[in-house]
Every structure is written in structure tokens, then in C-alpha cells.
């Protein structure tokens, strides 16, 4: 699993960690048995009712549709991808836009499909980025959401049994989310930029769509602490 450097919007360097070749083989090929197994019953029900072929091609759509609509609406991630605790993000660890979606949809023709994935594994080797042609064309990567990083980096905190959250929409954000707030928090606290910190905290409550009942750095605290509660609970 090799590491990256992004920039957040705050000009603040975070190492992520990228997704390996392996991972994304085997997300890609649990993917691959679910189309499989649509491809299957959608034939054993078209057998039974005798479906024409322009009703075989419309339903033949969510496969070729599949891995834009699942990336687009769950988040940067497709089934395989979930279960593989892996995420498409933008070389700036931002959720992608609709069109980076498409651009990446759209080369996996010339990545995967014409090639058999030949030229998506070349190209992840030797970007250094975990970049396929179509990340490179969109922005983006896939990202692994599990940290190989000590207790001390990670999220887990040490919460009392007597805590009591204040802000249960924190658990709308991702690990990552959580992950890419901590580290900015701890950076700006050590350069002493507690303008950043008002940005972040600004940031953090529109993503949640609440108002802070508190001073920016004590609200940053809670969001983290309660989602380690929640967490840990869950």
C-alpha cells in the first residue's frame, strides 16, 4: 500500500494511503460476479416470459451503467468497492463530481475492457498515485479506507462511559472525513493558524448542515469525540 501527499483546500498535506493492484482486483471481481449473477436471472426470467431483445437491451443497461451509477450515488464506491473498503476521491481527498465519474467511466473501455485491465495495472504501478488513464483524465484515485498508522494517528480515542455526544449528524461523515479533519486540526494547532481552524470548524458544520453551539476548536473536539462514541458503540 503505498502513500500520496493531497492538498486540501486549506493547502494542508495529508498522506493517504492508495488502494493496491490486488485490492482492486478483487473488488473488481466481486463486481464482476454481481453482474454475472443480474446477467443470469435476468435470462432465466426473459426465458420464461419470452422477452424481445429490445426489452433484453434495456434491461441490459444497469450492467453497462453499473459502475458510474453505483460510483456516483454510493459515494465513490461500488459493491466491490464497499466490501473492499476502498473509495474513488479526487487527488485533493474532495468527493468527485459527476463528471469525474463519467470521465473515469468512459476510459474504462481503453483501461479495462479493451485490454483486460493490462493497461489499468501498468498504469496504477507507475503513476505512483494509484492512477488508472481514467484517473489520470479524471483527477481522482481509489483510496484505501483502511489506516496502517499507530493508535495514537488513528481515530480511536479513549471516550468516557459518562459522555454524552451532542451532535448525532456526525455520523454522516466516512472514516476519511473524520481522518482528514483530525489531521488539519492537529496541523493547524501546531502552526498556532486558528484561521484555519474557524474554516475548518465553518466547513465541518456546512458538510453536517448544523450550527455550532460552541467555539470553533471545542466543536471540532466534539464532532471527533462523538463520532469515536458512536463508533465505538455502534
Same mark, same amino acid.
Given at each position: 500500500m503505498?502513500?500520496?501527499?493531497?492538498?486540501t483546500a486549506q493547502n494542508i498535506s495529508i498522506n493517504q494511503n492508495t488502494a493496491n493492484v490486488g485490492t482492486r482486483i478483487l473488488a473488481y471481481l466481486l463486481d464482476g460476479a454481481i453482474m454475472v449473477f443480474y446477467?443470469?436471472?435476468?435470462?432465466?426470467?426473459?426465458?420464461?416470459?419470452?422477452?424481445t431483445w429490445s426489452v433484453y437491451s434495456l434491461l441490459f443497461l444497469p450492467v453497462l451503467?453499473?459502475?458510474?451509477?453505483?460510483?456516483?450515488?454510493?459515494?465513490?464506491?461500488?459493491?466491490? #468497492? #464497499?466490501?473492499?473498503n476502498i473509495r474513488v476521491v479526487r487527488l485533493d481527498g474532495s468527493k468527485p463530481t459527476m463528471s469525474n465519474y463519467l470521465i473515469r467511466w468512459l476510459l474504462r473501455? /481503453?483501461?479495462i475492457s479493451l485490454t483486460s485491465g493490462g493497461v489499468a495495472i501498468i498504469t496504477i504501478l507507475i503513476t505512483g498515485?494509484?492512477?488508472?488513464?481514467?484517473d489520470v483524465a479524471a483527477g481522482t484515485? /481509489? /483510496?484505501?479506507?483502511k489506516f496502517n498508522i499507530g493508535l495514537h494517528e488513528t481515530l480511536l480515542q479513549e471516550i468516557p462511559e459518562d459522555y454524552v455526544p451532542k451532535y448525532p449528524q456526525v455520523m454522516n461523515l466516512s472514516d476519511q472525513q473524520i481522518q482528514q479533519i483530525k489531521q488539519i486540526k492537529s496541523e493547524a494547532l501546531k502552526s498556532g493558524d486558528f484561521t484555519l481552524i474557524k474554516q475548518l470548524a465553518e466547513k465541518t458544520a456546512s458538510l453536517l448542515q448544523l450550527k455550532p453551539e460552541e467555539k470553533s476548536l471545542a466543536f471540532l473536539d466534539h464532532i471527533i469525540k462523538d463520532y469515536n462514541y458512536y463508533a465505538q458503540r455502534g
Open positions: 503505498k502513500e500520496f501527499q493531497i492538498k446477467l443470469i436471472f435476468i435470462f432465466y426470467i426473459g426465458s420464461e416470459s419470452l422477452f451503467l453499473y459502475h458510474l451509477l453505483f460510483e456516483a450515488f454510493m459515494d465513490g464506491q461500488s459493491p466491490g #468497492k #464497499k466490501i473492499m473501455f /481503453v483501461d498515485k494509484g492512477q488508472r488513464i481514467g484515485t /481509489v /483510496v484505501s479506507e
